[in-house]
């Protein structure tokens, strides 16, 4: 039987060059690292990784520690969400993680609480305001507000001035960083009110997370802003030819990536009920980390949200896994840098053979 079957207008189909979905690839990958962790947890530290071995514990499978996986990248996926639309235009955005620490100052200000066991909270940033104790709402449009339009700005300064993406949201990393400590010179904001507690506490960070990556799946996929965004990172010339506003576009996808920014930082200080100007180091690191393991190309153009969901298992599977073998920190930071160089190098190995095939 041939190896090709024709098809309209006697063009021909080479199944030698069917491959597989990047997220296949990502989910396989996903499948071995857990395998992995499963045979050294089982030979080094008799216990099981992804199992439960206490009798006392109904279940198969330990849920403390796949609720720990979740968690611990939840957060980071909602940066990465949108550092995943930038990427897909042919971007990049090194703000995010500064833009969280920013966002988390700020918002957490107009957060506090009038009282602490009873006692004035004095050292409330706005004590002497009166602006404690405010309807939960204020501080999350704040928060909100701030990551926009840091977004905005790195949007209207690529889009317009033509400025490298990399020297945009470079300089907005410093200056978010800088505003951050600024803020309260240095000192952290604590003691928020309950309804804003709420936000990040038990499993929110998760839910959040989930709906969010729902809704960029859907909208990526079935909406024109969605083909936009993939038309301009395949080709931006083609794009703007077509009659796509590659410039405003371009600003809209920013402005979203720092909105995301902002719902990270309030999720981040809520979770953790303080906010430091120190919050989101590396962050920005790690989400694109995640979108590159996930299958988005950092040519742009490719790559989906589900790729993204899946690269974040990974990097938390990883965390959690090392802990669980009970490694030093250090160990955990000089993978994290090995998995960010590989994501290029699989980046870089996957787009020739692309080619190739083509």
């Not at 833009?99 to 918002?107: E, H, N, Q, Y």
């Not at 107009?110 to 104790?133: C, E, H, K, L």
């Amino acid at each position: 039987m041939s190896d090709t079957s024709h098809g309209v207008g006697g063009l021909s189909f080479d199944r030698s060059k069917r491959t597989l979905p990047a997220e296949a690839g990502v989910a396989i990958a996903l499948v071995l690292i857990v395998v992995v962790f499963e045979l050294l947890g089982r030979v080094l530290m008799h216990d099981s990784f992804l199992f439960n071995t206490r009798e006392n514990v109904p279940g198969i499978f330990n849920q403390a520690r796949l609720q720990i996986i979740i968690l611990q990248v939840s957060i980071i996926g909602i940066i990465a969400l949108g550092v995943t639309q930038v990427i897909l235009t042919g971007g990049i955005d090194l703000s995010s993680g500064s833009v969280v620490g920013m966002t988390a100052m700020i918002a957490m200000s107009f957060a506090q609480a009038g009282q602490i066991n009873g006692m004035d909270n004095t050292r409330a940033v706005f004590f002497d305001r009166g602006w404690v104790d405010l309807p939960v709402i204020i501080p999350v449009v704040i928060g909100l507000l701030c990551g926009t339009a840091c977004g905005l700005i790195n949007g209207l300064f690529i889009a317009y001035t033509k400025i490298p993406p990399f020297i945009a949201t470079l300089g907005m990393m410093v200056s978010a960083r800088g505003l951050a400590k600024w803020w309260t010179a240095g000192q952290p904001v604590s003691f928020p009110t309950p309804g804003y507690a709420s936000i990040g506490a038990g499993m929110m960070p998760v839910i959040i997370f989930a709906c969010l990556a729902i809704l960029f799946h859907l909208i990526l996929k079935y909406t024109v802003y969605g083909k936009h965004t993939y038309a301009i990172g395949s080709n931006e010339a083609a794009a703007r030819m077509s009659g796509i506003n590659v410039a405003r576009h371009k600003v809209l996808v920013y402005t979203l990536a720092g909105l995301l920014g902002g719902i990270a930082a309030i999720v981040l200080s809520s979770k953790n009920l303080t906010a430091q100007a120190g919050m989101g180091v590396m962050y920005e690191l790690d989400a694109i980390a995640m979108a590159v393991i996930g299958g988005i190309s950092l040519s742009g153009g490719r790559g989906t949200i589900l790729g993204t969901v899946l690269g974040a298992l990974i990097f938390g599977v990883i965390i959690s896994g090392f802990t669980f073998l009970r490694l030093d920190a250090y160990y955990q930071e000089m993978v994290k840098g090995a998995i960010i160089v590989g994501a290029v190098v699989l980046d870089q190995w996957r787009q020739r053979r692309v080619a190739a095939r083509s």
